[in-house]
């Protein structure tokens, strides 16, 4: 299985374990990510907020590189580049006089022959499912978990094409499949934040702190993301959290691909644990796990 | 919310127009069931309620809506948008209104939320895609805004988070033009 694979700049940043531990997974799975060439950033938050054609344009770009290289699937793990690209392409199609603008902004044809899927979307496929179920090496045996799929991977509905978009079920298939004592939860789809983290901190103290509390009602141990800003707002601020009374304990935070590389006996997974600001290894070594 | 009478005259007629011709949304289906503003998880920060603020473009209070809190403190969780009976892109809205704040010069709270946006554009302007330490750097320097974060920034720097050099793309320049054609 061949796929185009657009990092975005989180992940060669801020999250370089997310695409380190994503290129795992998807190399023992036979997933052939190929890296979109030329790639620029999508976005994000900050141009949709302010500029509409601008937000479109950056995202449409890399859109129209992917069918320059005759790729067919795009597969992005960040949940807010996911959502852009998504919604360039379904503006695109909607409304056929932007695109005709965003062409030309981009100077680059586009015909919409693009799909794009969430990396969570790709390896919860039944097909792959039943490939990590016969690798798993190390069962994530007594790990109790929940899985956190924030807003931009599933909302809205009519953009990413997400059927249970209220109650999302990707990972939750991918950590019962590692063997993982996974729990339920009613915050899977509750918002972080997301990019009001530095002009707004005390929202993202204030929205995470309701989801790290929470996660511990359910009885979690750590909390499973699929997106760099979530993890980022809910990994960094525990410390003050925890000093305000605010949250009953720390968690760690970690990737999907995280934990499957480590259920998959991916050894070189064991590198990305320093990356957490909160410290995933105390819990991991409490299961035997690293 | 305190009852307030509104004179004719600060109604403009042409608001609800101008933001559904923006969104190609129907902002004027809305009947106020308030769903969008029950699920709203930022409700509290917010001076008006979504449900508010659809109803007064409708009415018109253009001032009213482009120097409000919420159209910045909106986090595009995209929940109104999911949860609308009358399939009206809330959140889209939101993003109209605050371009439409910006580009009359109405925009008036959450300046520092302005000054994020800003340094993050610069960033991609500059490399095509984001340096965070630019990025960082600008932003404080804009809000004089220091030490907040400081000690975070300094983990994630350990960590090598945060980049000394930037990564850029061959496209940049390609991605300079579209932000020079949009501005």
């Known amino acids: 299985m061949k796929v185009a694979y657009y990092p975005g700049c989180s992940l060669h940043g801020t999250a370089e374990e997310y695409d380190e531990s994503t290129q795992m997974v998807c190399e023992a799975l036979g997933i052939e990510l190929k890296e979109l060439d030329d790639w620029s950033c999508c976005g994000a938050t900050s141009a949709h907020c302010t500029n509409d054609k601008l937000s479109v344009a950056l995202a449409a770009r890399n859109l129209a590189l992917a069918e320059k290289g005759q790729h067919k699937t795009l597969t992005v793990p960040c949940s807010a580049c996911f959502q852009r690209l998504k919604a360039a392409d379904y503006r695109m199609r909607e409304d056929k006089q932007l695109a005709g603008e965003i062409v030309s902004l981009i100077e680059m044809p586009y015909a919409g022959n693009i799909e794009v899927l969430q990396i969570i979307q790709i390896l919860a496929q039944p097909e792959i499912v039943e490939k990590i179920r016969v690798s798993v090496k190390k069962p994530l045996k007594d790990l109790k978990s929940v899985c956190y799929y924030g807003c931009l991977t599933v909302r809205p509905p009519k953009v990413t094409k997400v059927g249970d978009y209220e109650d999302p079920m990707y990972m939750d298939v991918l950590m019962e499949t590692v063997g993982a004592d996974n729990r339920f939860w009613s915050y899977k789809t509750e918002c972080c934040s997301g990019g009001l983290a530095m002009a707004r901190s005390d929202i993202t103290k204030r929205l995470s702190g309701v989801l790290l509390t929470m996660a511990d009602e359910a009885d979690a141990e750590c909390v499973v993301v699929s997106c760099p800003m979530c993890h980022a707002n809910l990994d960094t601020r525990q410390n003050a959290l925890l000093a305000e009374g605010k949250i009953p304990r720390k968690m760690p935070i970690l990737y999907v691909t995280e934990l499957l590389a480590l259920a998959m006996g991916i050894k070189e997974v064991g590198a990305l644990w320093s990356k957490h600001l909160v410290d995933p290894r105390p819990l991991l070594s409490s299961k035997g796990l690293a | ?183």
Not at chain 2, 66 to 88: F, G, K
Not at chain 2, 102 to 122: P, Q, W
Not at chain 2, 131 to 158: C, N, P, S, V
Request: aromatic letters at 6%; glycine letters at 4%; one cysteine or more.
């Open chain 2, 1 to 183: 919310m305190q009852a307030k009478e509104i004179a004719q005259s600060q109604l403009d007629s042409k608001l609800l127009e101008e933001i559904e011709n923006k969104t190609h949304t129907k902002v004027s289906a809305c009947f106020q069931c308030l769903k969008c503003s029950s699920g709203c998880p930022l409700a509290y920060e917010m001076d008006y309620l979504p449900a508010q603020i659809i109803r007064m473009v409708n009415m018109g209070l253009r001032d009213e809506v482009l120097r409000s809190r919420t159209i910045w403190v909106c986090a595009s969780c995209e929940t109104c948008t999911t949860r609308c009976p009358n399939d009206i892109d809330i959140a889209h809205v939101m993003d109209a209104l605050r371009e439409t704040a910006l580009r009359s010069g109405k925009a008036e709270t959450e300046e520092n939320l302005r000054h994020f946006h800003e340094a993050f554009l610069s960033a991609i302007k500059t490399w095509g895609r984001v340096h965070e330490l630019q990025m960082i750097g600008m932003y404080k320097l804009k809000t004089g805004r220091f030490m907040e974060d400081a000690d975070i920034g300094k983990e994630m720097f350990k960590r090598g988070k945060i980049k000394l050099l930037p990564e850029t793309t061959r496209g940049r320049r390609a991605v300079k033009r579209i932000f020079k054609k949009t501005s």
